[in-house]
């Protein structure tokens, strides 16, 4: 992900949608809980930033090795 950084949940779904992983395989490979993602989809998801960094980290990550 460089230093790009996620300025929205979208970027999030949209990094989930990318990789092509389960959401309990995201949340594990970021370092969070698999609730974390329940309701990912819903306009009202609203994670910390930080927790938006990890997960798109890790969904790019994981993107990268199945390249």
Known sequence: MDDKKPR???EVRDAINRSAITKAELARRAGVHA????N???EDWSPRWK???ALCVAAD???MERS
């Open 8 to 10: 929205h949940p979208d």
């Open 35 to 38: 609730n974390t993602l329940a």
């Open 40 to 42: 990912v989809e819903s």
């Open 51 to 53: 927790t938006l960094v």
């Open 61 to 63: 990550a994981i993107r």
